[in-house]
């Protein structure tokens, strides 16, 4: 069974800089598409970004587009986000998973503070 924690959250100022990781035990599937996706307080789950588990293919929400990288490692079975020039809007809790339904469970996420 898949398994996923998120780490590397934390509070910054506007225009810094996080980056999240995310470790996934089990054994994805190769066709997998992996994603991170946030939450803020009385929001929606909303997609940020999205990268194939296997091969480089990567797509972003726009709001994201240009400050945002997804990445990962699948050989360590590690998904990334490197996020930039970070904004108060970016403030939410982060979670990563399969990019659409069947989830794996949910693991705890991480929050992002951005301060203005």
């Known amino acids: 069974q898949v398994q996923l924690v998120e780490s590397g959250g934390g509070s910054v100022q506007a225009g810094g800089s996080l980056r999240l990781s995310c470790a996934v035990s089990?054994?994805?599937?190769?066709?997998?598409?992996m994603a991170w996706f946030r939450q803020a307080p009385g929001k929606e789950r909303e997609f940020v970004a999205g990268?194939?588990?296997?091969?480089?293919?990567?797509l972003y929400a726009d709001s994201v587009k240009g400050r945002f990288t997804i990445s990962k490692d699948s050989t360590a079975s590690t998904l990334y986000l490197q996020m930039n020039d970070l904004k108060p809007a970016d403030t939410a809790v982060y979670y990563c998973?399969?990019?659409?339904?069947?989830?794996?469970?949910w693991g705890q996420g991480a929050q992002v503070t951005v301060s203005s």
């Open positions: 998973n399969k990019v659409s339904a069947p989830f794996v469970p």
């Open positions: 089990g054994r994805p599937a190769s066709n997998y598409v």
């Open positions: 990268i194939r588990w296997i091969g480089e293919s990567s």
